[in-house]
């Protein structure tokens, strides 16, 4: 995958993936479910990691897949991948407290996690609006757990404006979701 | 309040400033307890990750939602729709949770839906899907859960299982019955088409499921704005136009969605097609015309001309099924007969039951026209079905007994109704029916010397037969038909005294008759006869004697060719007819004994068709009307003893059709003619005040007559003449004044007829009787000279010009 194919990928919103795009998203989610489940006994009382599951995927297909140049790209292309998968489910989950109201779903830690993911999907995509940098950053590091070096080579940029940029985008976004 | 990105600015230069400041630092200046957004989603969202992509590590009192969503169906669309496992430790069951792509923010709408839905959730039918919940969420947007139907949609199956077209009625007629029964609880579906009908299969027996009704797709909007969803092809037309819609928008989209499932793959969308293309579509792949028909109704453009609810349809596609004549055809005894017989090798019971009912129709009909009550009449014109049979078989019943009186009533409803059909998504058989329809109607208002709204008539007629110029099987009755209608046309034409258009008709409707003539020579030479007979009366009275007799010598010819080959009354009245028309070509261009006996010959003839069928009004007319004219022709020949004799039977026949049909102006000129009549005869009689009598009762039919059509010259010629006569006895009693007003309305009369039509030598010749007889002799001279050039000839005439010196 290209740079420009990740970034195609990272301009598109959830809901507008392409057929192509989704079954790409499809493919990963069911790698990543595999993963978590061979993983499960290592992890059983830390809960899934996102590291883990990329890293682990990334050996996984590390033989037979071509699509990818390099680890970054891999890295990159999970972040998306993994923020696209979760507010999926964020979605039906909130979808779920609306028809199912006797339940009070909404009182469930998970069913909060999803509406603060998708309250953070709103901002985001504000942030791309403001800043498709910010937004690429934030992404790479908080739903790939990427590192800062490895996000400096891919974006061709310093380390230490990665750096500053994260910290800028943590800010923005905090104070977005606190008003 | 600032704006978010000025915010975000603000942040921006903080930390392009400030390289050092350490994220958490700056959340502690913002007051930030916890920091809203960590380092990872892994630590934000760890429970649903876990969720995720491994449930089963999440603890075991977590507590979740009774539905599971398994994935999203449909992707892009106007709604979301998802397959959901709902298993709350009382059932499983499989569901399609459904988020409707519409925001109902308003009260009312909300309570509207809600409504609407618990109405749905209440329908308990195998043919609906059930509604298991719905509701609308906090951002106004309303969801259902619905029952999952794990099947094809009816497009699907037909042509997968290859259903033949009554397969495909029988698994249809369950589907009517599901709608019928939403409709009767006042549900309307409003997006019926194949997409929204799965095919659930128990037990191997399918069974149409309806889904995604109005209210799932938001269509319940129906006030505010136009925000109405259809499917174009299968919506009905007032539903895209977002006019206000009930049951029937629903029959039409059946109706489209009928013909679909019989084109199969054919047609991509055969409601895309005119009418004329779908029922070519049709009639390629052979399907039965009765079919077509069900179809046509239910999909006509009006809501009034489509089946009325569901049950009619319904009713329709059974009786197709089992082979029973349709409502909708109702209007033909004649296919409900032969539908009957058809039926009775299949000998079942229902069709036993169908036959009784349809005599019932019948009987009940023929009942009401016998007791004639208008009214009851009137009433069941409301009946659209009952329109067209009105102006075609029931018209000869009703011109037979005279009632031309009930048939301006149905003919003045019929054209309101004809006009409603619209012609061009009619199928030929209809197109046919309306042609004649018309045809009938314009013979109405023709009788009622109406000629307007005749020539009116017979134009739609006309514009109907157009569509059925291209179809080979529709060849000899559109011949016929446009035939007979040019040839009325024509004779409407005449009384209004329009030369050149007449003769163009009546020539136009000979040629047709000969085109018919050549292609079915087997066939009843009606078209033809009529075509002559016609032209022999246009060339009599526009003066071309020798086309005049090639003509009424061939109307003859036919007649009696016909009558060899045949015993119809019809013809014998027809031969009489043609050697009337001799007969005045004899008096006006030969010799009057010739006349005579060929009037005779006429009479006589007329007199067998009332002697051996007397129950055809028409035949005493045709009677009355040839004693009228042997009357003239003894006056004429100065024969007034034989006159005498005529006249008094002429009269007894008139008021017996006046008692008949006291309405039938046709009919009442003959009377007022034959009043005329004994007028003149007791004139000579010297019986003055018998004369003036007559004369009066002349007058008085004669002066209703003119009131009713002014633009009717020959009605005008009639009140005229009786005025001079009339006047002229006055004049003989030494009445003078009333004689003087008489004349000079005569005048009045017939000064604007001669001004339009100044080549009609009668007319010329009344107005110049009222001239010389007002003393206006000088306004009279020039028209005395014009006339005699034109070689007129006429006893009386001759003497008044005589009188007055005038030859």
Redesign the interface.
């Given at each position: 995958m290209k740079i420009s194919e990740l970034t195609q990928l990272l301009n598109s919103n959830s809901k507008g993936l392409s057929n192509s795009q989704q079954n790409d998203m499809d493919l990963v989610y069911q790698k990543l479910k595999k993963i978590a489940k061979s993983q499960r006994f290592k992890i059983k009382n830390n809960g899934l990691n996102t590291t883990e599951l990329v890293n682990e995927a990334w050996l996984v297909s590390k033989g037979g897949n071509k699509t990818f140049n390099d680890r970054n790209h891999f890295f990159a292309y999970c972040a998306i991948a993994m923020r696209h998968i979760l507010l999926q489910q964020a979605r039906k989950n909130r979808l779920l407290t609306y028809v199912d109201e006797d339940n009070k779903l909404d009182q469930q830690i998970i069913f909060q996690q999803s509406d603060y993911l998708l309250e953070l999907e709103r901002q985001l995509i504000k942030l791309k609006e403001y800043s498709p940098r910010l937004e690429q950053i934030f992404t790479y590091k908080f739903f790939g757990d990427m590192e800062f070096e490895e996000m400096a080579k891919l974006l061709d940029l310093s380390e230490r404006t990665i750096f500053r940029d994260w910290k800028k985008a943590k800010a923005m976004l905090s104070v977005a979701m606190k008003t | 309040m600032n704006n978010?990105?000025d915010?975000?600015d603000e942040?921006?230069k903080q930390?392009?400033n400030d390289?050092s400041?350490e994220?958490d630092t700056?959340?502690k200046q913002?007051g930030?307890k916890n920091?809203?957004?960590g380092?990872?989603?892994?630590n934000?969202?760890?429970?649903?990750?876990?969720?995720?992509?491994?449930p089963?590590?999440?603890p075991k009192d977590?507590?979740?939602?009774?539905?599971n969503?398994k994935k999203q169906i449909n992707?892009g669309g106007q709604s979301?729709i998802?397959l959901a496992q709902r298993s709350d430790g009382v059932y499983e069951k499989t569901v399609v949770?459904k988020?409707i792509a519409l925001r109902y923010s308003a009260e009312t709408l909300r309570r509207q839906f809600l409504q609407e839905m618990q109405l749905l959730a209440d329908l308990s039918h195998p043919g609906i899907v059930s509604i298991i919940?719905g509701?609308i969420?906090?951002d106004n947007?309303p969801?259902l859960?619905l029952e999952y139907i794990d099947g094809l949609h009816i497009d699907e199956y037909c042509q997968n299982k290859q259903l033949t077209p009554k397969q495909i009625i029988k698994l249809f007629l369950n589907l009517c019955d599901a709608l019928n029964f939403v409709h009767q609880r006042g549900v309307v579906h409003l997006d019926i088409k194949a997409n929204n009908i799965l095919i659930n299969t128990i037990n191997e027996v399918p069974y149409p499921v309806i889904i995604d009704f109005g209210i799932a797709n938001g269509v319940n909007i129906d006030d505010e704005k136009g925000d109405i969803f259809g499917t174009v092809g299968y919506s009905a037309p007032e539903q895209m136009a977002g006019k206000k819609t009930d049951q029937k928008a629903d029959i039409y989209s059946l109706g489209m969605l009928l013909g679909q499932l019989l084109v199969g793959n054919s047609q991509a969308n055969i409601g895309l097609l005119d009418n004329k293309k779908r029922n070519e579509a049709f009639k390629t792949l052979k399907i039965k015309n009765d079919l077509i028909s069900i179809i046509n109704k239910a999909t006509q453009q009006k809501t009034e001309n489509r089946y009325q609810n569901m049950e009619a349809m319904r009713t329709d596609l059974n009786n197709f099924l089992y082979g029973l004549p349709l409502i909708n055809q109702q209007n033909h005894i004649g296919h409900i007969l032969l539908k009957t017989f058809s039926r009775h090798k299949i000998a079942s019971i229902l069709s036993l039951l169908v036959f009784i009912s349809a005599i019932g129709f019948w009987g009940k009909y023929t009942s009401e026209i016998s007791s004639q009550q208008k009214q009851t009449i009137i009433a069941k014109n409301k009946s659209d079905e009952l329109f067209n049979f009105m102006l075609t078989d029931l018209f000869t019943n009703l011109t037979q007994i005279g009632r031309i009186d009930i048939l301006k009533l149905v003919t003045k409803k019929s054209i309101e109704h004809l006009q409603n059909q619209e012609i061009e998504i009619q199928d030929s058989q209809s197109q046919l029916q309306t042609a004649t329809a018309y045809a009938n109607a314009g013979k109405v208002f023709d009788a009622l010397n109406l000629s307007e709204q005749a020539l009116s008539a017979y134009d739609k007629g006309i514009a109907a037969l157009n569509s059925l110029s291209n179809n080979p099987l529709y060849r000899k009755p559109y011949l016929s038909q446009l035939a007979l209608i040019k040839n009325l046309k024509g004779r409407t034409l005449t009384a209004k005294g329009q030369q050149q258009l007449t003769e163009k008709n009546l020539l136009e409707s000979l040629s047709i008759s000969q085109q018919l003539l050549n292609s079915y020579p087997q066939e009843d030479l009606n078209e033809v006869y009529e075509s002559h007979t016609q032209l022999g009366w246009y060339y009599m009275e526009y003066e071309n004697p020798e086309k005049a007799l090639y003509h009424i010598n061939t109307a003859i010819e036919t007649a009696k060719s016909m009558n060899t080959r045949q015993l119809s009354y019809q013809w014998i009245f027809n031969l009489s007819q043609a050697y009337q028309v001799l007969a005045w070509y004899q008096l006006d261009y030969g010799n009057p004994d010739e006349a005579i006996s060929t009037i005779n010959k006429a009479i006589s003839l007329a007199n067998r068709t009332v002697d051996e069928n007397g129950e055809n009004i028409l035949y005493f007319f045709n009677q009355l009307t040839l004693l009228n004219q042997l009357n003239y022709f003894y006056l004429e020949n100065l024969q007034t003893q034989k006159a005498q004799d005529t006249v008094l039977k002429a009269i007894n026949i008139g008021e017996s059709l006046q008692q008949q049909a006291p309405k039938n102006l046709e009919y009442l000129r003959e009377l007022a003619y034959a009043y005329s009549m004994a007028g003149k005869l007791n004139e000579l009689d010297q019986k003055l005040n018998i004369s003036l009598e007559n004369y009066q009762k002349s007058l008085n039919i004669t002066k209703v007559m003119n009131q009713n059509d002014a633009n009717d010259f020959s009605t005008a010629n009639d009140y005229a003449n009786d005025l001079i006569y009339a006047g002229t006895i006055h004049e003989k009693l030494n009445q003078i004044e009333q004689a003087q007003l008489m004349w000079e309305k005569a005048i009045e009369i017939m000064n604007p007829v001669h001004l339009l039509e100044p080549n009609n030598k009668y007319y010329t010749n009344t107005l110049i009787i009222a001239l010389i007889k007002t003393g206006d002799l000088e306004q009279a001279k020039p028209l005395i000279k014009e006339l005699k050039e034109s070689g007129f000839n006429d006893n009386e005439f001759d003497d008044l010009l005589k009188k007055y010196k005038l030859n």
């Amino acid at each position: 995958m290209k740079i420009s194919e990740l970034t195609q990928l990272l301009n598109s919103n959830s809901k507008g993936l392409s057929n192509s795009q989704q079954n790409d998203m499809d493919l990963v989610y069911q790698k990543l479910k595999k993963i978590a489940k061979s993983q499960r006994f290592k992890i059983k009382n830390n809960g899934l990691n996102t590291t883990e599951l990329v890293n682990e995927a990334w050996l996984v297909s590390k033989g037979g897949n071509k699509t990818f140049n390099d680890r970054n790209h891999f890295f990159a292309y999970c972040a998306i991948a993994m923020r696209h998968i979760l507010l999926q489910q964020a979605r039906k989950n909130r979808l779920l407290t609306y028809v199912d109201e006797d339940n009070k779903l909404d009182q469930q830690i998970i069913f909060q996690q999803s509406d603060y993911l998708l309250e953070l999907e709103r901002q985001l995509i504000k942030l791309k609006e403001y800043s498709p940098r910010l937004e690429q950053i934030f992404t790479y590091k908080f739903f790939g757990d990427m590192e800062f070096e490895e996000m400096a080579k891919l974006l061709d940029l310093s380390e230490r404006t990665i750096f500053r940029d994260w910290k800028k985008a943590k800010a923005m976004l905090s104070v977005a979701m606190k008003t | 309040m600032n704006n978010i990105n000025d915010i975000w600015d603000e942040i921006d230069k903080q930390f392009d400033n400030d390289d050092s400041i350490e994220i958490d630092t700056y959340f502690k200046q913002q007051g930030f307890k916890n920091p809203i957004i960590g380092d990872s989603v892994t630590n934000s969202a760890d429970t649903l990750i876990d969720f995720t992509f491994s449930p089963e590590l999440l603890p075991k009192d977590t507590k979740l939602s009774k539905y599971n969503i398994k994935k999203q169906i449909n992707s892009g669309g106007q709604s979301e729709i998802y397959l959901a496992q709902r298993s709350d430790g009382v059932y499983e069951k499989t569901v399609v949770i459904k988020f409707i792509a519409l925001r109902y923010s308003a009260e009312t709408l909300r309570r509207q839906f809600l409504q609407e839905m618990q109405l749905l959730a209440d329908l308990s039918h195998p043919g609906i899907v059930s509604i298991i919940d719905g509701g609308i969420t906090k951002d106004n947007q309303p969801w259902l859960v619905l029952e999952y139907i794990d099947g094809l949609h009816i497009d699907e199956y037909c042509q997968n299982k290859q259903l033949t077209p009554k397969q495909i009625i029988k698994l249809f007629l369950n589907l009517c019955d599901a709608l019928n029964f939403v409709h009767q609880r006042g549900v309307v579906h409003l997006d019926i088409k194949a997409n929204n009908i799965l095919i659930n299969t128990i037990n191997e027996v399918p069974y149409p499921v309806i889904i995604d009704f109005g209210i799932a797709n938001g269509v319940n909007i129906d006030d505010e704005k136009g925000d109405i969803f259809g499917t174009v092809g299968y919506s009905a037309p007032e539903q895209m136009a977002g006019k206000k819609t009930d049951q029937k928008a629903d029959i039409y989209s059946l109706g489209m969605l009928l013909g679909q499932l019989l084109v199969g793959n054919s047609q991509a969308n055969i409601g895309l097609l005119d009418n004329k293309k779908r029922n070519e579509a049709f009639k390629t792949l052979k399907i039965k015309n009765d079919l077509i028909s069900i179809i046509n109704k239910a999909t006509q453009q009006k809501t009034e001309n489509r089946y009325q609810n569901m049950e009619a349809m319904r009713t329709d596609l059974n009786n197709f099924l089992y082979g029973l004549p349709l409502i909708n055809q109702q209007n033909h005894i004649g296919h409900i007969l032969l539908k009957t017989f058809s039926r009775h090798k299949i000998a079942s019971i229902l069709s036993l039951l169908v036959f009784i009912s349809a005599i019932g129709f019948w009987g009940k009909y023929t009942s009401e026209i016998s007791s004639q009550q208008k009214q009851t009449i009137i009433a069941k014109n409301k009946s659209d079905e009952l329109f067209n049979f009105m102006l075609t078989d029931l018209f000869t019943n009703l011109t037979q007994i005279g009632r031309i009186d009930i048939l301006k009533l149905v003919t003045k409803k019929s054209i309101e109704h004809l006009q409603n059909q619209e012609i061009e998504i009619q199928d030929s058989q209809s197109q046919l029916q309306t042609a004649t329809a018309y045809a009938n109607a314009g013979k109405v208002f023709d009788a009622l010397n109406l000629s307007e709204q005749a020539l009116s008539a017979y134009d739609k007629g006309i514009a109907a037969l157009n569509s059925l110029s291209n179809n080979p099987l529709y060849r000899k009755p559109y011949l016929s038909q446009l035939a007979l209608i040019k040839n009325l046309k024509g004779r409407t034409l005449t009384a209004k005294g329009q030369q050149q258009l007449t003769e163009k008709n009546l020539l136009e409707s000979l040629s047709i008759s000969q085109q018919l003539l050549n292609s079915y020579p087997q066939e009843d030479l009606n078209e033809v006869y009529e075509s002559h007979t016609q032209l022999g009366w246009y060339y009599m009275e526009y003066e071309n004697p020798e086309k005049a007799l090639y003509h009424i010598n061939t109307a003859i010819e036919t007649a009696k060719s016909m009558n060899t080959r045949q015993l119809s009354y019809q013809w014998i009245f027809n031969l009489s007819q043609a050697y009337q028309v001799l007969a005045w070509y004899q008096l006006d261009y030969g010799n009057p004994d010739e006349a005579i006996s060929t009037i005779n010959k006429a009479i006589s003839l007329a007199n067998r068709t009332v002697d051996e069928n007397g129950e055809n009004i028409l035949y005493f007319f045709n009677q009355l009307t040839l004693l009228n004219q042997l009357n003239y022709f003894y006056l004429e020949n100065l024969q007034t003893q034989k006159a005498q004799d005529t006249v008094l039977k002429a009269i007894n026949i008139g008021e017996s059709l006046q008692q008949q049909a006291p309405k039938n102006l046709e009919y009442l000129r003959e009377l007022a003619y034959a009043y005329s009549m004994a007028g003149k005869l007791n004139e000579l009689d010297q019986k003055l005040n018998i004369s003036l009598e007559n004369y009066q009762k002349s007058l008085n039919i004669t002066k209703v007559m003119n009131q009713n059509d002014a633009n009717d010259f020959s009605t005008a010629n009639d009140y005229a003449n009786d005025l001079i006569y009339a006047g002229t006895i006055h004049e003989k009693l030494n009445q003078i004044e009333q004689a003087q007003l008489m004349w000079e309305k005569a005048i009045e009369i017939m000064n604007p007829v001669h001004l339009l039509e100044p080549n009609n030598k009668y007319y010329t010749n009344t107005l110049i009787i009222a001239l010389i007889k007002t003393g206006d002799l000088e306004q009279a001279k020039p028209l005395i000279k014009e006339l005699k050039e034109s070689g007129f000839n006429d006893n009386e005439f001759d003497d008044l010009l005589k009188k007055y010196k005038l030859n």
